[in-house]
């Protein structure tokens, strides 16, 4: 301590610590003026304690600075002013100032204040009013009614706040108590963090207890209480909770973002970003983004958006068997099956029907209201009160429509029945009341009609039947049409009738036909067959079928098709000449133009054939200019000349005529010529 020096008033006192002795003198001005040091026990009334220096010393190894009425009893303590302060226990203790404070601990610090007790060895009260801190290394930095009750707590400020575990801190705010070991207090009023490294950012009436390493960030009532969970975080929103109250499991690694009165019980990496009365209970990896009374019960993996309804219990909910399930949205929408998925509407249901054999899984209703399924890979779009329940069945929207069957198809309209579940790969386009009773059938539309066999086909209509025994049998439509046998066909009309006996038959179109034979046709309205492999025809009129003109008689022509039979006997038409004039270039166009060519040479010419099938017979009219001796040679081909030897030889005189004839067999043309026409 030597060495050590405090300014006072009228002289400087000095305490010397030196060879295990003590002694204490004071630096003073006599009264000559001079300054000298005074033995402590010289000092008389001209200096006495608390008149000539605000130091004061009450003991050989303590300087005591005081005002007023304070006191100290432990050696190497501090009181810098104030009023009514006191050290009373442990050394090094100090007191800045303030008034009423104590420091009763080994270097116990209050730095000013009002009735602050610092009663923890090395605590430290900044200031304030009626702080505590009684326990190593805490400290209060201000504000009223703080304590801070435990080694390296902190309260930083506030009003009534507590810090009472091993390094607990409470920033501020009133009434905030932190229990736990390392949990923290921002501010607000009324929380309190009970669990190890907890915190709770502010707010009010939030609490966090049994959890550890877990967060709220604000909000009003938010409580993560549980017995078993750690890193839950509550970011903010009115009594949300994680555990609590009645609700004593909890959940590993689980977030509610805000909103109210959300639920979070028992469950592992749960999400519940926000809302009104959304609960997570005993899931894992499941996520409610928002709405209100939504659920997901037990079911792991799995997605609620939004949605819900404000009265309870007709949110939407995913149960303990659905794994891996999605609802968009909606309201009272439930998912019971693994793996499903609806996107919306209201009412919707995607059952769990048997687990031995997995059926219900995998379905998708995309929204609509009160639509069901049962079948595993099972969709309906939309629309209400749709069913189904086939494995891979599907209903794309309408009302009251029913599919049990397999991979079966009903694309919407208004109760269109598949009924069984034997029926597969059948279909049903639209429509109202169509009804397939057997696989691989197709109904495209229309209204009450039935499909009653396999790879049958009703287009439309109304009322049409394809019977039983009526397989691979099509009603294009109309209405009240019935098609019974194999491989019938009936392209409209009303009230038409292929009986089970007919095979290969069809009627096309009209009305009150029957058909009771195989191979058969009818054409018309009011016909019974009576015949097999035959054609029934009403009243055929041909009367255009070559234009205008009437026809007398029918007739078969070469290719056996029917013709005017007065076109068979009527002579042909011949080919006329095709003059091309005066050229050296013949080009013969013979089935394209006319099988008679007529050219006067001008010089040395060519001709060249073109277009001659075989059978093709023409002839040539050759004339000579007026100077003659005009040769004609062929451009091609295979030529023979009747006594010509092979060679081509034309009258040469002037205006001279000669005709060329000619048959083509395919492969060769055979020449006749006739010489000098004058």
């Known amino acids: 301590m030597a060495g050590k020096e405090f300014i006072a008033r009228k002289g400087l006192i000095v305490l010397n610590m030196s060879s295990g002795t003590t002694e204490t003198e004071v630096l003073v001005k006599d009264s000559n003026g001079v300054v000298k040091y005074v033995e402590s026990d010289v000092l008389t009334s001209g200096f006495t304690t608390g008149s000539t220096s605000p130091f004061e010393y009450s003991g050989a190894t303590a300087i005591q600075p005081v005002l007023g009425s304070n006191t100290t009893s432990t050696n190497y303590s501090t009181i810098s002013g104030g009023k009514g302060n006191t050290i009373n226990g442990g050394v090094y203790g100090f007191i800045g100032g303030g008034q009423t404070n104590i420091v009763g601990a080994t270097g116990g610090f209050v730095g000013g204040g009002i009735t602050n007790n610092a009663a923890g060895n090395n605590s430290v009260i900044a200031g304030g009013r009626q702080n505590y801190t009684n326990n190593l290394y805490s400290t209060v930095g201000g504000g009223r009614y703080g304590t801070a009750s435990a080694s390296y707590s902190t309260v930083a400020g506030g009003m009534q706040n507590t810090a009472s575990a091993n390094r607990s801190v409470v920033s501020g705010g009133r009434l905030n108590v932190a229990s736990g070991s390392e949990s923290f207090i921002g501010g607000g009023y009324n929380n309190a963090a009970n669990s190890g490294y907890a915190t709770i950012g502010g707010g009010a009436n939030n609490g966090i207890s049994g959890v550890t390493e877990s967060f709220i960030g604000g909000g009003e009532g938010n409580e993560i209480h549980a017995t078993r969970a750690s890193h839950v975080v509550i970011v903010g929103g009115y009594q949300n909770i994680v555990g609590g109250g009645a609700l004593v499991k909890g959940g590993y690694h689980t977030f509610i973002g805000g909103g109210k009165n959300n639920i979070l019980l028992d469950s592992t990496r749960g999400i519940i970003v926000g809302g009104n009365s959304n609960r997570l209970d005993t899931s894992a990896s499941s996520f409610i983004g928002g709405g209100s009374q939504n659920i997901i019960s037990g079911a792991t993996y799995s997605f609620i958006g939004g949605g819900g309804s404000k009265t309870a219990g007709v949110g939407n909910e995913i149960h303990p068997t659905g794994d891996v399930s999605v609802i968009g949205g909606g309201e009272n929408n439930v998912i019971v099956a693994k793996k499903g998925f609806i996107g919306g509407g209201i009412n919707n249901t995607i059952n769990f029907v048997d687990a031995v054999q997995d059926t219900g899984y995998y379905s998708v209703i995309g929204g609509g209201g009160n639509n069901n399924t049962y079948g595993t890979y099972s969709t309906i779009g939309g629309g209400s009160y749709n069913i189904a329940s086939g494995p891979n069945s599907f209903i794309g929207g309408g009302k009251s429509n029913y599919n049990y069957g397999k991979y079966s198809f009903i694309g919407g309209g208004s109760g269109n029945t598949i009924p069984s579940i034997e029926t597969v790969y059948s279909f049903i386009g639209g429509g109202d009341n169509n009804t397939i009773n057997s696989s691989r059938a197709t109904i495209a539309g229309g209204k009450g009609n039935t499909a009653g066999t396999t790879y049958t086909t009703i287009g439309g209509g109304l009322n049409n039947t394809v019977g039983v025994t009526g397989t691979r049998s099509t009603i294009a439509g109309g209405e009240s049409n019935t098609a019974s046998g194999t491989y019938g066909n009936i392209n409209g009309g009303k009230d038409n009738t292929i009986d089970g006996d007919a095979s290969f038959s069809s009627i096309n179109g009209g009305s009150g036909n029957t058909m009771n034979h195989g191979h058969s046709h009818i054409i018309g309205s009011y016909i019974t067959s009576f015949a097999a492999n035959t054609t029934h025809v009403e009243k055929l009129n041909v009367k255009t079928l070559n234009g205008t003109t009437a026809i007398t008689s029918l007739a078969l022509d070469s290719n056996n098709m029917v013709v005017d039979g007065s076109a068979l006997t009527a002579p042909s038409s ?70 010509g030897g092979g060679t081509l030889t034309l009258s040469t005189g002037a205006s001279a005529r000669d005709i060329l004839t000619f048959t083509y067999n395919g492969t060769a043309y055979y020449w006749t010529i006739g010489y000098d026409y004058n």
């Open 574 to 643: 011949p080919d006329a000449f095709n003059d091309v004039g005066t050229t050296t270039t013949i080009n013969w166009d013979v089935s394209g133009t006319s099988t008679n060519y007529e050219v006067t040479l001008s010089g040395a010419s060519t001709l060249n054939m073109s277009n001659v099938r075989n059978g093709d017979v023409g002839t040539l009219i050759v004339h000579q200019d007026g100077t003659g001796f005009r040769t004609l040679t062929f451009g091609g081909g295979t030529n023979y000349i009747v006594n």
